[in-house]
């Protein structure tokens, strides 16, 4: 019998992808209304399938069971963050094979991701849920600042703040209060401080078990949190690299993982390694090609692969233990000081001529309102490069970066642009 997969989220290329890899493969598509656009060449699939994003889990439920009556799903599957709870009720009510409805929740809801991980004994990071300003306020008069103030469920550092004196409480909490990048709100968390140089650590999961794939640092605003850059692989001594490996694998244990790719956000400070957050899929900012570059581990070919039930771990571990070229692959972004209208961007041809640049984009388009660095969506280029070493790679993509120019028109009092 051949396969259908149904797919929940627009699913970026990876339906093409899985009707690719196995001849006769079908793909239904359910995803939001609002994100219906985002679905690539929606013709291909058997069908395509809006719900509305307010609507309850059971009519995703019925709508996909509906299919499922007239021609049986064999996986499913979801490749982002957005509509992964729809995702986890379906697959239970249909008896297929996916992330459990409690891991689902507790990666998502950080406040019970904390708790979790305190629990097992894995991460004893100090969090508390904040309902309103005055338990925010309590929360730093029994455990000091510095704090993090951030949503409960959020993604791409949207609403998240570092508080430094009482005076800012406030403002922290109306920000974590908003709803970001289709997300539902669902409460704000105060947490403690954790200082020190931050990672991001991609894994790959089979049958519960764990395989770090690449370990990457992360470069952030100070301020915002916002990613500025990352550079594959991080330059670690092995003891630490250890460590990350022994401890990212409790984590997800604790949390009930049991395949598929991982994205684990830490900080390396004094006491070892502790959680920011962590996601059941890859990692964005383009971190999955920085790990191809420099593993030859390709995790959105494993992932499709996984998705159509083949063992893809042998294989992971089978490319890591071949030799390849040392070398490092980094990712830099440009962010603007300055709120306008985007009119002309130069300096692309001088940029991508750079030794060592593979790509530069710019990621908002003439005519778009853009303005300061307040989440990822607010950065408006790219640049990757490889390099000899990590930090070679890293010089040449903030090189390329470091050679745009953006043009931007701002509005005067009368109306005229200057």
Not at 322 to 332: F, V
Not at 360 to 377: H, K, N, Q
């Given at each position: 019998m051949s396969e259908h997969v149904l797919i929940v989220g627009p699913g970026r290329d990876f339906p093409a992808r899985i009707r690719a890899l196995q001849p006769g493969t079908r793909t239904t598509v359910i995803c939001q209304l609002d994100y219906i656009g985002k679905v690539r060449v929606p013709g291909e699939n058997a069908r395509v399938i809006g719900v509305r994003g307010d609507a309850p889990e059971q009519e995703w439920i019925d709508l996909a069971a509906a299919v499922h009556a007239l021609h049986p799903f064999t996986r499913i599957g979801t490749f982002g963050e957005r509509?992964?709870?729809?995702?986890?009720?379906?697959?239970?009510?249909?008896?297929?094979?996916?992330?459990?409805?409690?891991?689902?929740?507790?990666?998502?809801?950080?406040?019970?991701?904390?708790?979790?991980?305190?629990?097992?004994?894995?991460?004893?990071?100090?969090?508390?849920?904040?309902?309103?300003?005055?338990?925010?306020?309590?929360?730093?008069?029994?455990?000091?600042?510095?704090?993090?103030?951030?949503?409960?469920?959020?993604?791409?550092?949207a609403g998240v703040t570092k508080v430094v004196d009482e005076s800012e409480l406030a403002d922290a909490f109306a920000k974590a209060g908003g709803s970001y990048l289709g997300l539902p709100n669902t409460g704000v968390l105060a947490e403690e401080f954790l200082d020190g140089p931050q990672f991001s650590v991609e894994a790959f999961s089979e049958l519960g078990e764990h395989q770090v794939v690449t370990i990457t640092r992360k470069f952030s605003d100070p301020e915002t949190f916002v990613e500025l850059g990352h550079v594959s692989p991080a330059d670690l001594p092995d003891g630490l690299r250890e460590e990350i490996h022994a401890y990212v694998g409790?984590?997800?244990d604790a949390l009930g993982v049991e395949f598929g790719p991982t994205h684990t956000e830490v900080v390396l400070g004094d006491k070892g390694?502790?959680?920011?957050?962590?996601?059941?899929?890859?990692?964005?900012?383009?971190?999955?090609?920085?790990?191809?570059?420099?593993?030859?581990?390709?995790?959105?070919?494993?992932?499709?692969?996984?998705?159509?039930?083949?063992?893809?771990?042998?294989?992971?571990?089978?490319?890591?233990?071949?030799?390849?070229?040392?070398?490092?692959?980094?990712?830099?972004?440009?962010?603007?000081?300055?709120?306008?209208?985007?009119?002309?961007?130069?300096?692309?041809d001088e940029a991508r001529a750079l030794?060592?640049?593979?790509?530069?984009?710019?990621?908002?388009?003439?005519?778009?309102?853009?303005?300061?660095?307040?989440?990822?969506?607010?950065?408006?280029?790219?640049?990757?490069?490889?390099?000899?070493?990590?930090?070679?790679?890293?010089?040449?993509?903030?090189?390329?970066?470091?050679?745009?120019?953006?043009?931007?028109?701002?509005?005067?009092?009368?109306?005229?642009?200057?």
């Amino acid at each position: 019998m051949s396969e259908h997969v149904l797919i929940v989220g627009p699913g970026r290329d990876f339906p093409a992808r899985i009707r690719a890899l196995q001849p006769g493969t079908r793909t239904t598509v359910i995803c939001q209304l609002d994100y219906i656009g985002k679905v690539r060449v929606p013709g291909e699939n058997a069908r395509v399938i809006g719900v509305r994003g307010d609507a309850p889990e059971q009519e995703w439920i019925d709508l996909a069971a509906a299919v499922h009556a007239l021609h049986p799903f064999t996986r499913i599957g979801t490749f982002g963050e957005r509509d992964q709870d729809h995702y986890a009720v379906i697959a239970e009510a249909l008896g297929l094979s996916a992330h459990s409805p409690a891991t689902v929740s507790l990666v998502h809801d950080k406040e019970a991701m904390r708790v979790r991980l305190r629990e097992a004994g894995v991460d004893a990071t100090v969090s508390a849920r904040a309902t309103d300003l005055d338990e925010l306020r309590a929360f730093v008069r029994q455990n000091g600042l510095p704090c993090v103030v951030k949503p409960i469920s959020s993604s791409g550092s949207a609403g998240v703040t570092k508080v430094v004196d009482e005076s800012e409480l406030a403002d922290a909490f109306a920000k974590a209060g908003g709803s970001y990048l289709g997300l539902p709100n669902t409460g704000v968390l105060a947490e403690e401080f954790l200082d020190g140089p931050q990672f991001s650590v991609e894994a790959f999961s089979e049958l519960g078990e764990h395989q770090v794939v690449t370990i990457t640092r992360k470069f952030s605003d100070p301020e915002t949190f916002v990613e500025l850059g990352h550079v594959s692989p991080a330059d670690l001594p092995d003891g630490l690299r250890e460590e990350i490996h022994a401890y990212v694998g409790g984590v997800l244990d604790a949390l009930g993982v049991e395949f598929g790719p991982t994205h684990t956000e830490v900080v390396l400070g004094d006491k070892g390694p502790r959680l920011i957050e962590t996601h059941v899929r890859m990692g964005g900012d383009q971190i999955p090609a920085l790990t191809l570059d420099v593993t030859g581990v390709d995790v959105d070919d494993c992932t499709a692969r996984q998705t159509l039930g083949e063992k893809v771990l042998p294989g992971i571990r089978a490319t890591l233990a071949e030799d390849g070229p040392a070398r490092g692959s980094a990712i830099w972004f440009a962010s603007l000081d300055a709120a306008g209208v985007l009119d002309d961007v130069s300096g692309l041809d001088e940029a991508r001529a750079l030794p060592g640049v593979t790509e530069v984009a710019v990621l908002a388009r003439p005519g778009a309102e853009v303005g300061r660095l307040e989440t990822s969506e607010s950065r408006v280029a790219l640049a990757r490069a490889l390099g000899e070493s990590a930090d070679e790679a890293v010089t040449a993509a903030r090189a390329a970066v470091e050679c745009l120019e953006f043009r931007l028109r701002v509005p005067g009092r009368r109306g005229v642009t200057v």
